[in-house]
């Protein structure tokens, strides 16, 4: 070939491979489009069959498994069980119940909806496999609905899954929720520089109620081989109790709050035994890659193990577990924007009900009532705003919607002192008769209700000294189908590694969150439009149902992978060690008949 043959034929290899990929960011653009305008686009089912097809090829060639070629839904989840898990039965525990019947005063039963972000991102999943839920009963009228094996059918009117309810006693309440999850574990794991305290007793109650709910974990499995999904800093214990009663069963243990690093998890005096609990887990999962690091650092301090970074495993007692970040989501709520007033007409509601003046801006904090969320550093951010441009006074209002929480520990009461005390003192300071700059409401909210108030805020204030990953976050910028409004987000809670439109601000630096204030105050609505655009396409697309199927499919893996060793294990014991005669797998499969 001449010279020139050669070139021209370069050109054409290069031309045609830019093309291709032209072609392809074109449809992965339009798809990602698509997505963010709302329902799924068509054909995406087929899209989604496909992508899972890429994603067993991966799997097939040892590749690292990319969860986000998959579009996920409910259904992605059902498949996954059938085609992965099959006959798999799904069991979740957690310290708080997703439906909590209580005696009304004139001695009706009502229905609360706790607000947990643990309870919203676990309840669609639960509902999708049609699982059981084995939770704490704590409502006043729980025991009434339930049957003689304290069942109840949920959701209300509904009914997909199975609610099991476990009873404790005032002390084993106290011991195990508010004494050693609560004011030990608790203020351990986050960086709020509240002092744990921890007490034998408190440990006594917490081993002993993980044991009661590792005896109901066994009643409620109908086989050896139940998928498990722990919840939680009530539960580090259970996952090794689960495992001795259950050798077969997959326990997936997800950790919802931060992990400390070494040497503050190391003040915790039963330090070795809740690493020991934890590492009866098949799989161990935090928010981040950084907490899932710090749990690897304190294994490696505390206990004799072996590290297998590059897998991400830990290996201990003759078994593995694999330690992972799988960041947390909330389920895309088609429905609720379906049935919610427009934006418009959300704000005229709020505004009305909190009596806040025509002109003056909307600033909304909800949460629980915790010392963790920075609800104080918020206010001291609105003084220091007032400070420093004396022109915004009579044109900002903050409402802090906050639920109450753990109210009888004394550091959460203290906070709700504080609080009040420094709302009314901003109030009187800078209020007058028709004007209140701080509205603070601890009242607990249906979540139809804070939708409607995320829908009415021009800012929304996420400012948690620590948080795990936070999903007000990720509702607010769910409720915004206008694509307005501005989110302030802490650096310190972990979905700002993932909503990087957000304001990110350091809560300790009222200064600089003020400045953030103003600046969320004053933007643009074309700039609040491409930030939150952005943002929502990220919920959208990393929903609850990608942080559970790529649970799932990581248990998949450890199943099929368990059975494979269990092969070997009984060809070996057949046919003696296969020794310096190389016996492949197809061939220990094929002799001892398994498929
Ligand atoms: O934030 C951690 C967390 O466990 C959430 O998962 C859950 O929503 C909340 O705390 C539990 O709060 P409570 O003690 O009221 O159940």
């Not at 199943?559 to 797998?585: E, H, I, Q």
Request: glycine share 6%; proline share 5%; charged share 25%.
């Amino acid at each position: 070939m001449t010279q020139y043959g050669v070139d021209l034929f370069l050109v054409l290899v290069l031309a045609s491979l830019g093309l291709s990929a032209l072609a392809i960011f074109v449809t992965f653009s339009r798809n990602r489009r698509q997505h963010a305008r709302g329902s799924p686009p068509p054909g995406d089912d087929v899209a989604s069959e496909a992508a899972r097809k890429v994603l067993r090829e991966f799997e097939k060639n040892g590749q690292s498994v990319d969860a986000a070629l998959v579009s996920w839904s409910p259904e992605t989840l059902r498949k996954i069980l059938a085609e992965d898990l099959p006959d798999a039965q799904v069991i979740v525990v957690s310290n708080r119940e997703p439906y909590i019947h209580n005696e009304t005063e004139d001695g009706d039963v009502e229905l609360v909806v706790p607000a947990s972000g643990l309870v919203s991102a676990l309840e669609p999943i639960t509902r999708a496999c049609a699982g059981t839920w084995i939770a704490y009963g704590g409502g006043t009228a729980d025991r009434t609905v339930v049957d003689r094996n304290d069942r109840v059918q949920v959701p209300p009117g509904h009914p997909s899954y199975t609610l099991r309810r476990v009873w404790l006693s005032d002390e084993e309440y106290q011991g195990y929720y508010l004494g050693f999850a609560n004011e030990g574990l608790w203020p351990l794991c986050h960086i709020a520089f509240t002092r744990p305290i921890f007490r034998e007793s408190d440990w006594e109650a917490y081993e002993a109620v993980n044991r009661k709910f590792a005896e109901t974990v066994v009643a409620e499995a109908r086989n050896e081989r139940p998928i498990v999904l722990v919840q939680d800093y009530h539960f580090a214990l259970l996952p090794r109790m689960i495992r001795e009663r259950l050798p077969e069963a997959i326990v997936i243990t997800f950790w919802h709050i931060p992990w400390p690093n070494s040497e503050v998890f190391s003040i915790c005096p039963w330090r070795e035994r809740i690493l020991d609990g934890l590492l009866g887990s098949s799989i161990v999962g935090f928010h981040t890659q950084f907490h899932a690091n710090n749990f690897t650092e304190s294994v490696d301090r505390f206990m004799e193990s072996r590290i297998e970074r590059a897998d991400a495993a830990i290996s201990y007692g003759g078994q593995v577990t694999l330690v992972h970040a799988y960041p947390i989501s909330i389920e895309w709520p088609v429905e609720l924007l379906q049935s919610l007033p427009s934006v418009e007409e959300c704000r005229a509601r709020v505004r009305r009900r909190f009596k806040i003046p025509a002109g003056a801006k909307l600033c909304v904090g909800v949460e629980r009532l915790d010392y963790t969320k920075g609800i104080l550093d918020r206010f001291h951010a609105l003084e220091e705003l007032f400070i420093r441009h004396p022109e915004l006074v009579g044109k900002v209002v903050f409402l802090q919607i906050a639920a109450p929480s753990r109210g009888t520990l004394p550091a959460y009461k203290q906070l709700y002192e504080e609080c009040l005390r420094y709302a009314e003192e901003l109030n009187e300071r800078y209020g007058s008769e028709s004007y209140r700059p701080v509205l603070m409401v601890a009242e607990h909210h249906s979540q139809a209700s804070v939708y409607e108030i995320y829908r009415a805020a021009d800012i929304c204030m996420v400012t948690s000294l620590h948080d795990g990953m936070n999903l007000v976050a990720k509702e607010f910028v769910a409720s915004r189908d206008d694509e307005q409004g501005v989110l302030l987000l802490s650096t310190f809670a972990g979905a700002s590694r993932e909503l990087l439109e957000a304001l990110i601000v350091n809560p300790y630096d009222a200064a600089m969150m003020s400045e953030a204030m103003l600046q969320a105050l004053t933007m643009g609505s074309d700039e609040q439009h491409e930030r939150m655009r952005r943002m929502r396409e990220i919920v959208r697309d990393n929903n609850v149902y990608r942080w559970a199927g790529s649970m799932l499919l990581d248990a998949a893996r450890l199943r099929k992978r368990g059975d494979l060793d269990r092969v070997t294990a009984s060809y070996d014991r057949a046919n003696g060690p296969a020794g310096d005669n190389v016996v492949s797998m197809f061939e220990r499969k094929q002799a001892v008949g398994f498929r």
